[in-house]
């Protein structure tokens, strides 16, 4: 390793700081506009727990593959999607308002994968989305109609950001 590259533990702390900076920033603009709040990626629900803080009377729905977030950063069952996104995501048209903010923390170590879910993820995240509504995400994401935003700056991550048309 090159001693002037930082450590893994330094990007990861870089990585959540530039999360919660721009879930803080997504709150903000999403203050007024009614929805509920999607998690794209419940995990270990981290940033479940963090929006719940932030939109205490929301309901927040979490899509994930299976359930590893213990029981306190995780939504009821009802509001938990677990399975593969392209049936999850699918399955919601419809069943709920449209969204006011939807987080997809989704990334890997293998940026071409990545890359190619981004290009299938997308569409199904716009057809549950608030006209108005934000996207953010630790991947690049964009649907024809998306208005990409800045987000905080100062941050050693990249994170993402877009306004739903």
Known sequence: MNDTSPSRLERMIARLSAQK???DFAASQVRD???PILEIGLGKGRTFSHLAKLFPSREIYAFDDGLR???DSAPEP???ALG???LTLAAMRGRIAPAALAHADFGSEDRGFDAGQAVWLAPLIAALMAPGGLVVSDRALSMPGWTPLAGPE???WTYHAARAG
């Open 154 to 156: 100062g941050l050693e």
């Open 33 to 35: 506009l009614p929805g």
């Open 78 to 80: 009802a509001r938990l």
């Open 21 to 23: 900076a721009f879930l």
């Open 69 to 71: 977030a213990p029981a």
């Open 84 to 86: 593969d996104f392209r």
